[in-house]
């Protein structure tokens, strides 16, 4: 791995074996392809916000770039790194970012902060003052096109009272669509099943601050990194 990408943060991978990496620092992307057993570099994309958790679409032909710190989010053409879409979202900490087997959606994790709520006991122990949620982007909407148009979201909240979702972080997804997701802030992975007709939400306690998931090929096994 050359020398100058020390400074980038989780790498992106994609089916083709291109690799990303984002420079928070240069406010850039780095694209990467492997040669034998090495990384050689192949173009930079720059963009107009701190660079964050990245994704390559399931055909690698595009990758997901999401804001470190705000609600950004840009779509670069993996083969010349060519800004296709950017959006910006009212919500910020979007550390999870993963698309759906079947490559339809893209799965988000984010908190929404309430400019209505105060830093009062009760808007904290209700939950109007921040929101935990995880966000799916229809792409079969205008997402992809222009980026001038608001994409379809649907939204599914993590978290409830006496049971805090603090940190969303990292995202993982099944066959069946169930979702995983890290909270970082409570020490818990947050199951998550939308079609379920009762207790849409389990915890699995895993110890002090997880923040990366990887599913198995066969996705039968969660790895969890902290």
Same mark, same amino acid.
């Given at each position: 791995?050359?020398?100058?990408?020390?400074?980038?943060?989780?790498?992106?991978?994609? *089916?083709?074996?291109?690799?990303?990496?984002?420079?928070?620092?240069?406010? *850039?992307?780095?694209?990467?392809?492997?040669?034998?057993?090495?990384?050689?570099?192949?173009?930079?994309?720059?963009?107009?916000?701190?660079?964050?958790?990245?994704?390559?679409?399931?055909?690698?032909?595009?990758?997901?770039?999401?804001?470190?710190?705000?609600?950004?989010?840009?779509?670069?053409?993996?083969?010349?790194?060519?800004?296709? &879409?950017?959006?910006?979202?009212?919500?910020?900490?979007?550390? !999870?970012?993963?698309?759906?087997?079947?490559?339809?959606?893209?799965?988000?994790?984010?908190?929404?902060?309430?400019?209505?709520?105060?830093?009062?006991?009760?808007?904290?122990?209700?939950?109007?003052?921040?929101?935990?949620?995880?966000? &799916?982007?229809?792409?079969?909407?205008?997402? !992809?096109?222009?980026?001038?148009?608001?994409?379809?979201?649907?939204?599914?909240?993590?978290?409830?009272?006496?049971? !805090?979702?603090?940190?969303?972080?990292?995202?993982?997804?099944?066959?069946?669509?169930?979702?995983?997701?890290?909270?970082?802030?409570?020490?818990?992975?947050?199951?998550?099943?939308?079609?379920?007709? *009762?207790?849409?939400?389990?915890?699995?306690?895993?110890?002090?601050?997880?923040?990366?998931?990887?599913?198995?090929?066969?996705?039968?096994?969660?790895?969890?990194?902290?």
């Amino acid at each position: 791995i050359p020398d100058w990408v020390c400074c980038g943060s989780t790498p992106a991978h994609s *089916s083709s074996g291109s690799l990303a990496v984002a420079l928070p620092v240069l406010r *850039s992307v780095v694209f990467l392809k492997r040669n034998g057993d090495k990384l050689e570099g192949q173009f930079i994309s720059p963009v107009d916000f701190t660079p964050g958790r990245m994704a390559f679409s399931p055909n690698g032909r595009e990758l997901v770039v999401a804001g470190a710190f705000g609600g950004e989010l840009a779509v670069l053409g993996a083969d010349d790194g060519a800004l296709k &879409t950017r959006l910006t979202l009212p919500e910020h900490n979007l550390s !999870g970012l993963v698309f759906s087997p079947d490559g339809q959606r893209l799965l988000l994790s984010r908190q929404h902060l309430s400019q209505l709520a105060r830093t009062s006991f009760d808007d904290l122990h209700w939950g109007s003052l921040m929101r935990n949620e995880i966000a &799916t982007i229809d792409l079969g909407d205008p997402f !992809g096109a222009t980026g001038k148009a608001p994409p379809r979201f649907q939204r599914l909240a993590v978290g409830d009272v006496d049971a !805090g979702a603090g940190d969303p972080a990292a995202i993982a997804v099944d066959g069946e669509f169930r979702i995983f997701v890290a909270l970082a802030g409570v020490n818990e992975i947050a199951v998550l099943d939308p079609a379920a007709a *009762s207790e849409r939400e389990r915890r699995i306690a895993v110890g002090h601050r997880p923040r990366e998931l990887l599913l198995d090929e066969a996705r039968h096994r969660l790895f969890v990194a902290n």
